[in-house]
């Protein structure tokens, strides 16, 4: 049974950083692409970072780009998302998700956390 568990979650005012994380288990972790999603009050879910298998390749929303750090560790199958410089727009609750394909879509994973809430006050 696959199983993804985020932490890292927490209250922040607008200009600092938080530092999420998800631990996964089930199944071999690196074979397959990790991403970070994020779904605000009233909104679709929405992609933020996603990471190749190896981690050679990492592609981010326009929104977060220059801001935020998607990483990940196949020895200790987990997956890191570092949120620097943080706005008041970037609250919302942050799922990861793991599926085979290098991609943005919602769809495309199988398998979500969660979810860790951000809040970021102004």
């Known amino acids: 049974q696959v199983q993804l568990v985020e932490s890292g979650g927490g209250l922040v005012q607008a200009g600092g950083s938080l530092r999420l994380s998800c631990a996964a288990s089930g199944r071999t972790f690196s074979n397959y692409a990790m991403a970070w999603f994020r779904q605000a009050p009233g909104k679709e879910r929405e992609f933020v970072a996603v990471?190749?298998?190896?981690?050679?390749?990492?592609s981010y929303a326009d929104s977060v780009k220059g801001r935020f750090t998607i990483s990940r560790d196949n020895a200790k199958n987990a997956v890191y998302l570092q949120m620097n410089s943080l706005k008041p727009e970037d609250t919302a609750v942050y799922y990861c998700?793991?599926?085979?394909?290098?991609?943005?879509?919602?769809?495309?994973?199988?398998?979500w956390g969660q979810g860790t809430q951000v809040t970021v006050s102004s």
């Open positions: 998700a793991t599926g085979p394909l290098y991609t943005s879509k919602v769809t495309s994973y199988d398998y």
């Open positions: 990471i190749s298998r190896s981690g050679s390749m990492t």
